[in-house]
């Protein structure tokens, strides 16, 4: 609610001219406006020539765009936007899965037994989040990492707001499903290792 409130007014400070407040606004922004950018485009040089351009694009028209009521959803909507058209003009085939070149990446070293465990959970969940299906990855993502709230999730993807709810819901109860089951196997390890 703070936050909330302290972005309203760095964004009337934009509006007015300051150059910090802007500074500010594009630190806060940029890596979260890339990172969303990138679930279309899956290209980081892309998605970075994106954002660049539709912030070029606020600051010409800084006076008006800066004092929208809901000015984070239509920055999103127009990151959004931005990216679909640059689909179109290059006809690029989304992929649907997510390469993770390290994924069979391991370092043996000695390492000690807890922290092995906690990168192999570590590694999971982020498995386990990227083989999300596709529009349950960007609402999971919009929700837990940019902190947006469904109605402004709902707005920038075009769904409503249940739909929002669904699609988290979901995607919270596939990670429960499959860590229990992770943890379950763990204990199951451990119990034959002792036995034997």
């Given at each position: 609610?703070?936050?909330t409130k302290n972005n309203s007014e760095l964004f009337i400070l934009i509006a007015e001219g300051n150059k910090k407040a802007f500074d500010d606004?594009?630190?806060?922004?940029?890596?979260k406006l890339v990172n969303f950018s990138k679930f279309m485009l899956e290209d980081k040089g892309m998605s970075e020539d994106v954002v660049s351009e539709v912030l070029t694009n606020l600051l010409i028209d800084k006076e008006r765009v800066f004092r929208m009521k809901n000015f984070e959803a239509y920055l999103y909507t127009a990151v959004k936007n931005k990216s679909l058209t640059k689909i179109?003009?290059?006809r690029r085939e989304l992929r649907i899965e997510c390469g993770?070149?390290?994924k069979n990446h391991f370092i043996y070293s000695i390492t000690p037994h807890q922290l092995l465990e906690e990168q192999e959970l570590n590694h999971l969940i982020q498995s386990l989040v990227d083989n999300l299906p596709r529009k349950r990855k960007m609402v999971f993502q919009l929700i837990k990492d940019d902190e947006l709230t469904y109605r402004q999730v709902g707005e920038i993807m075009e769904i409503s707001e249940r739909t929002v709810e669904v699609h988290l819901k979901l995607a919270i109860r596939s990670?429960?499903?499959k860590i229990s089951l992770y943890l379950d196997r763990k204990m199951e390890n451990k119990k034959h290792s002792k036995i034997s």
């Open positions: 609610m703070n936050q606004f594009f630190e806060l922004y940029y890596k179109d003009k290059h993770d070149e390290d990670f429960r499903e």
